[in-house]
């Protein structure tokens, strides 16, 4: 049974301030549990389509007296102390799990790990991801020990939530002349949170890239930038048989994509 309930009620801010919660903890002297190995969903950026995404945190807790409980928010703002935004699985969910789940591996250690639900659709979420929350988070760890001492940290690693992304493409005619012009379009679209649908993501520069029939490897023919509806369109000169993608490097709100290859015929 966990001993924390006092710090439950307290909440993410609180914790975020770097503060003792009343009761148990008040006239505490804070120590160091020892936090290491902290990884947001494997340390990979968290890319939500239109429906919920259900991600873990996990980090490696130890402490003489060994590890009773942790607790891990996502917050954005100026500092800890002043956080502007602060969700934890709690906020994000809104399941009420208030603390990690802790596996002890030994006496002095545990690996304590945390699920969120991060959920666009605000019909079963009222606190869904809005557009505004792409972008870096920061990730505080807190990690409390059986004799009721403690550690937070309030920025140990970063993440970021990114909206998913789709990348399309056409190429022709088909079959194409050699010498002849060939238009190749697209579009790249990526997840509105806001309006749960695929929109265009605007002014994007994107690559257009060739493979010659018979090789593995794409090379970068020109880069094109997206239109106000997220279009590509542009048109280069029919040389040989291949296959023709695009190719977006991504940005911090949305991760890379690349079309697959459309094979064209050059007779």
Known sequence: MRKRAAFALFGAVAALAGVAAPGAYGDETQTDVQISDVTFDGGK??????YAKTVTVSGTFTHPSGIQDADFVLWRGPDGTNPYEAYDDRIV???????????????????CSQTFSLEPDWRYSGTALTNAHAGTWKVSVQGVA??????????YTTTRLQRQSKLTVNAGPEPVAKGAALTVTGKLTRADWDNLDYRGY???????QFRKAGTTAYTTVKTVTTSSTGTLTTTVPASED???????????????????????DVQ
């Open 45 to 50: 950026n968290v890319v939500v389509d239109l």
């Open 242 to 264: 291949g296959y023709w993608r695009w190719n977006f490097a991504g940005t911090s709100t949305t991760p890379p994509v690349k079309a697959t290859g459309d094979y064209v």
């Open 146 to 155: 059986n004799d009721d001492t403690w550690t937070h940290t309030p920025d």
């Open 202 to 208: 605007t002014n994007q520069p994107v690559k257009l």
């Open 93 to 111: 969910s809104n399941q009420f799990h208030y603390h990690a789940d802790c596996v002890a591996s030994s006496a002095t250690t545990s690996t």
